[in-house]
């Protein structure tokens, strides 16, 4: 789903097959084949590849934005802040254990987007207007997300949903899926059409390409920019109210572990950290290939310590492997 730079005039252009996406399908393939052979089972059953999907459901969405972040070279750390901010304001304005106060499903999600985007909008705001680098600012966002989650927790009992049909959703059967992995594909296939054939997906690959010669060109890089963040402010809610939903109650660090999973995922599906190369179809290989690994070696067995081990060697070698050609692109200011 990459936008390609057009051929010259008068040149037909050439059929390549990107050799990198073949590789990732590859590795995906054989890493299903691999855990077939040692759990023939219980791996490739439809109960467990419908645990699969619904792992995957939360760093999919999570992966749309982060993906048009990273594609303008920049990096969004605040996933897991943004996540227990909204993921608490959902809980405690639909029904729950705490208190009476039920404004429905609906407006009690809308209200939890807001905040997400609202925190995505301060993220955008304070990089373009005042310079500082994505890596700080959306740091710095992560602690403000999760220090208004905690003031929200607070002190007293924690808020349980009440809701039971509510709970039971994410995790429900349709057509053979779970609606959590229904509702991802809806929205991965939205961002790829955004990236792909919008005005904004276009920026983000100029922006990543080459900021300058983007500006040059009349991009409105900073609005775009703004927009961009807000997306992912947005989808990273999303997440935390869906992983409230599937928890069952309101908790600051619902988020906790999703960063890292979702940023291994974009990577290794082939979004570049230099950004203008890669897009969201890639990085729901990326996920799905992550989500795969990790549950075959619980079904194999392996220790949770040697799991992350693994998951961290695999993340390291893709960095470096997608990373290397283009490191003197790499820009912390970006």
Known sequence: DEVPAAPPAGRARPHRVDLKSVGELGAFVV??????VLNPETFVTAKNVQ????????????????TLVILMGSIDLSVEGVMGAAGMTFVLMT???????????????????LVGAVLGLLSGL?????KVPTFIVTLGVWYVGLGIATLMFGTE????????????????????????????MVLVALGAAVARYTG???????IGNNEQIAISSGVAVARNKIIIFVVAGACSALAGVFASIQLGAGSATVGIGSLFLTI????IGGTALSGGKGG?????????????????????????????????????????????PHRGRLRVSK
């Not at 890493?31 to 077939?36: A, D, G, H, S």
């Not at 029904?95 to 987007?113: Q, T």
């Not at 904004?200 to 100029?206: D, F, H, I, N, V």
């Not at 291994?264 to 990577?267: D, G, H, K, P, T």
């Open 51 to 66: 645990i699969i999907l619904n792992q995957a459901a939360l760093p999919l969405i999570i992966a749309v934005g982060a």
């Open 280 to 324: 969201v179809l890639r990085s729901a290989l990326g996920v799905m290939l992550l989500t795969v690994l990790n549950n075959g070696l619980i079904l194999s067995g392996v220790s949770s310590n040697i799991q992350s081990g693994v998951s961290g060697a695999v993340l390291v070698a893709a960095i470096v492997a997608a990373a290397w």
């Open 31 to 36: 890493i299903v084949l691999v855990f077939w």
């Open 95 to 113: 029904a729950n254990s705490r208190d009476s106060h039920d404004y429905g499903v609906p407006v009690a999600l809308l209200v939890a987007l």
């Open 126 to 130: 304070i990089h373009t207007r005042l």
């Open 264 to 267: 291994a995922a974009v990577v």
């Open 157 to 184: 009992a924690i808020p349980f949903l009440t809701n039971d049909a509510l709970k039971l959703w994410p995790g429900g059967i349709a057509l053979g899926l779970p609606h959590s992995f229904w509702l991802a």
């Open 200 to 206: 904004l997906g276009r920026s983000a690959y100029a």
